[in-house]
């Protein structure tokens, strides 16, 4: 199933995620029509169960319409960008991409999400000129979102977003060559497998 409806936090998984649930939608409405058609055709009246089984169609239908409306205004991140910022990174690292999450107020989404020794930097898009007034407040109100359900597992981490790919390299260069302050071997994993784990938990 994961192959036609993506995996969460994987590359492609917006794309997939936009096919699958428009897929879904239109077999439980074609469900819900069925039904209700083959009731009245049967009965000659719409008070019978078959309309009830086809409004019920309704609910699961509703769900992919939800999906969608928060997908449809996303765009997958291009394979060959994520290979190649897969590659600038050690080892030890862990990339999120295609990270859409929601709060109570907003919808959000980041192209890419990475966590390495005690930071989880974002990275919003590779567009340039970005940077208005209401750009800076939803990257901060993003920030501080994502910052106070890291810091409520692991206290010690560092949050970031940068707008582009290009702000992302110098800053994970100099990142990498910091030591963490505190934690180390089988501690410092669990924690950070912890603040993963959140992370993918938090995204759509």
């Known amino acids: 199933m994961e192959r036609w409806k993506g995996t969460k936090c994987e590359p492609g998984y917006i794309h997939k995620q936009k096919i699958f649930q428009s897929l879904m939608l239109l077999m439980f409405a074609a469900i819900g ?3 209700f058609l083959t009731g009245l055709l049967i009965t000659k009246t719409r008070a019978n169960v078959f309309t009830v089984l086809g409004i019920l169609m309704v609910l699961p ?7 969608l409306v928060v997908m449809l205004p996303r765009h997958s991140v291009e394979q060959e960008r994520y290979d190649k910022l897969k590659a600038a990174l050690s080892p030890g690292a862990v990339l999120l991409t295609d990270y859409v999450f929601t709060s109570a107020d907003k919808i959000m989404s980041l192209d890419f999400v990475l966590i390495q020794d005690k930071h989880v930097i974002g990275i919003r898009s590779d567009e340039k000129g970005k ?7 939803n990257m901060d109100y993003m920030t501080d979102y994502l910052k106070k359900g890291v810091m409520g597992i692991a206290s010690d981490y560092q949050v970031k977003i940068v707008e582009t790919d290009e702000e992302f390299y110098p800053l994970y260069t100099k990142m990498s060559g910091v030591v963490p302050h505190s934690g180390s071997g089988e501690e410092a994993d669990e924690t950070e497998a912890e603040v ?4 993918k938990i938090l995204a759509v």
């Open 33 to 35: 029509v069925g039904l």
């Open 61 to 67: 239908a509703a769900k992919r319409v939800i999906t």
């Open 131 to 137: 940077d208005s007034p209401a750009d800076r407040k």
């Open 196 to 199: 993963v784990k959140y992370l």
